[in-house]
C-alpha cells in the first residue's frame, strides 16, 4: 500500500513537473522560458545553447578564469552562429550576437534596466550608468551625453599625446624584452581619464595609482569568481562566503575614487572664484566705461 502511494505520488509530481517545464526550465533551476511579445516561445526562433550538465547552462562556466569565460563566449558564440538562449540557475539569458538585433535592442527606450551579471559590480560601481536605470539613468545619461562631443574632446589632444609619449618612454630600449601590455595600458588609461575627466594629475600620486590598480585588478578576479560560481550569485552567499576577500579591495578603489573627486571639487572651487574675481573686474570695467559715457568723470 505504502509503495502504491510513492508511486501515485511520484507520478502526479512528474506530470507536474511535466507541465511547469512548459514554461519554465526545471532542470536550471525553474529558469522562466522566454516568450515574444505576440506569445512565441523563443526558442522558436533562436537556438538554445547545449549545456554542459543535466542542469542546463548552470554549470557551463563554474571554475573557469578570465581566458576561460572570454574563449567559450567567443566559442559558442562561432558555434551557435546566431543569437542564442541560454537557462542558467534560475535565469534565462538571451545572448545577442546579431547586428540587426542588437540595434534593436541599444535603439528601444525601454530596455535600459541590466540583466542579473551587472548586479555583480554593484560593490564596487554602485548605480551609475552602467548599472542604473529608470529616471537616475536617464538623468546621467543626460548629463555625460555632451563630454563626449567632438569640440569637447579635441581641447584634451594635448593631453592624449603628453601620455602617449609617457607610455612609449616605457619600451624605449627594450626591443628584446617582452613586456605584458596589461600592466602597462590601465596606468596609461588612468592617468589619461583622471586629467581629462577631472583635471588632476596623477604624477604625484603614482604609488597611489599602482595601488589603485592593484586592487582594480583583485575585483576583477572577483567578479570573474562569482560569474563563474553560480552558487554565489545570490547576494546572501556572496557576501557569506567571498565578500570579505575583496572588502581591502574595495576600500582602496573607493578611497582612492573619493581622493580624485576632493581634488576636483578644490579645483572646481578655485576656478569658481577666479570666475567671479573676473566677472568683477569685468562689472568694475564696464560700469567706469558707462559713467565715462554718460560725462560724469573729468579724468575722461
Known amino acids: 500500500m505504502f509503495f502504491l502511494i510513492l508511486v501515485v505520488a511520484g507520478s502526479l509530481l512528474l ?15 525553474f529558469a522562466k522560458r522566454l516568450y515574444t511579445k505576440d506569445g512565441r516561445s523563443a526558442e522558436s526562433i533562436s537556438p538554445v545553447a547545449p549545456g554542459k550538465t543535466i542542469f542546463g547552462n548552470t554549470l557551463d562556466l563554474y571554475g573557469c578564469d578570465n581566458a ?56 564596487f560601481l554602485r548605480t551609475g550608468l552602467l548599472t542604473s536605470t529608470g529616471k537616475k539613468w536617464h538623468s546621467r545619461r ?5 563630454t563626449f562631443h567632438f569640440n569637447i574632446l579635441n581641447q584634451f589632444q ?15 630600449g627594450k626591443d628584446e624584452a617582452t613586456i605584458v601590455l596589461n600592466d602597462v595600458i590601465p596606468r596609461f588609461t588612468l592617468n589619461s581619464i583622471c586629467e581629462t575627466a577631472m583635471g588632476v594629475k596623477l604624477d604625484e600620486m603614482a604609488e597611489k595609482g599602482d595601488r589603485y590598480r592593484e586592487s582594480f585588478s583583485q575585483i576583477e578576479a572577483c567578479f570573474t569568481r562569482r560569474l ?16 570579505k576577500d575583496y572588502a581591502a579591495a574595495l576600500n582602496v578603489v573607493h578611497g582612492f575614487s573619493s581622493e580624485i573627486i576632493a ?23 564696464h560700469h567706469q566705461e558707462t559713467l565715462c ?4 568723470l573729468d579724468l575722461c
Open 15 to 29: 506530470h507536474w513537473l511535466y507541465k511547469l517545464n512548459k514554461d519554465y526550465y526545471v532542470m536550471a533551476f
Open 68 to 123: 576561460s569565460v572570454f574563449k567559450l563566449s567567443r566559442d559558442l558564440a562561432k558555434e551557435m552562429g546566431e543569437s542564442f538562449v541560454e537557462y542558467d540557475l534560475g535565469t534565462p539569458v538571451y545572448n545577442v550576437i546579431d547586428a540587426e538585433i542588437a540595434e534593436n535592442v541599444m535603439n528601444h527606450p525601454n530596455l535600459i534596466t541590466k540583466g542579473l551579471f551587472y548586479k555583480f559590480l554593484y560593490p
Open 142 to 146: 543626460k548629463m555625460l551625453t555632451p
Open 158 to 172: 594635448e593631453i592624449f599625446k603628453t601620455e602617449s609619449q609617457k607610455f612609449l618612454q616605457q619600451f624605449r
Open 228 to 243: 563563474s560560481n553560480p552558487f554565489l550569485w545570490g547576494d546572501w552567499l556572496f557576501n557569506l562566503l567571498a565578500a
Open 263 to 285: 581634488k576636483r571639487r578644490l579645483l572646481l572651487k578655485d576656478e569658481l572664484e577666479n570666475l567671479k574675481e573676473a566677472q568683477s573686474n569685468d562689472d568694475d570695467i
Open 293 to 296: 559715457h554718460a560725462g560724469h
